[in-house]
């Protein structure tokens, strides 16, 4: 019933719907996890909103948000199949790709550092390449890049990827988990083009300040 209602109600409700996708692994072993910032954007997005994470459909958990129409996501199929959801959803929602926003972990970034794009590959990471695969290799998505530093000296990066973030880093991902809801937040109302330029600029000012700072 709820599928039947929110697919009728697209064809008269303006602006056109958004999907936030975030990437992550799920279960409790990944939780807290570098890996899984994509999921933590998504949790914090929704109880900024009120909204329950609670109804399943294709591989994933979302809720709706009332007055802007928005699909929030996080894909059960495990990171490097996270495809395997997205892709379904958007077509199932009938969304152009530029209105699909993928949010997922980035060791090019200093851990905090955040950046909004419209459009890009996947930079090995396998979770978009599965997006990007399931869109039938179309890169033109707009994805928000969530910063965590890269791994320490020779250490495993797969390893990295699965550790818990130490007290000094976590207070940095809090810090910009509630700035990324802020940019999400003024996407839905001033578009992506604004929002991110605005948005960027910021975060390149906190780049500069924290990229040598130990974490």
């Not at 958990?61 to 059960?76: H, R, W, Y």
């Not at 959801?85 to 077509?91: D, I, K, M, Y």
């Not at 990007?132 to 320490?152: D, Q, T, V």
């Not at 940019?183 to 578009?191: E, I, P, T, V």
Request: proline share 7%; with cysteine.
């Amino acid at each position: 019933m709820f599928n039947r209602l929110s697919r009728r109600c697209f064809c008269t409700l303006a602006p056109r719907p958004w999907l936030f996708v975030g990437l992550g692994n799920p279960g409790d072993k990944y939780k807290g996890t570098r890996h899984n910032v994509g999921f933590e954007m998504i949790d914090a997005f929704a109880e900024s909103q009120g909204i329950p994470m609670s109804t399943a459909h294709s591989k994933a958990i979302f809720g709706f948000v009332g007055e802007v129409p928005v699909f929030l996501a996080k894909p059960q199929t495990y990171m490097n199949l996270s495809g395997e959801s997205t892709g379904p959803l958007a077509a199932y929602y009938k969304l152009p790709l530029n209105q699909v926003l993928v949010f997922h972990d980035d060791m090019t970034l200093p851990c905090g550092v955040l950046r909004l794009h419209d459009k890009g590959g996947h930079g090995c990471h396998k979770g978009l390449k599965s997006v990007i695969y399931h869109f039938r290799g179309n890169r033109e998505f707009p994805r928000l890049r969530i910063g965590i530093g890269s791994p320490p000296g020779q250490m495993d990066p797969k390893a990295f990827l699965l550790q818990k973030f130490n007290l000094t880093a976590r207070q940095r991902i809090d810090e910009a988990l509630q700035e990324g809801v802020d940019a999400l937040k003024l996407l839905l109302f001033k578009g992506l083009a604004e929002s991110a330029k605005r948005f960027n600029k910021e975060q390149k000012y906190k780049h500069l300040r924290v990229q040598n700072l130990p974490v």
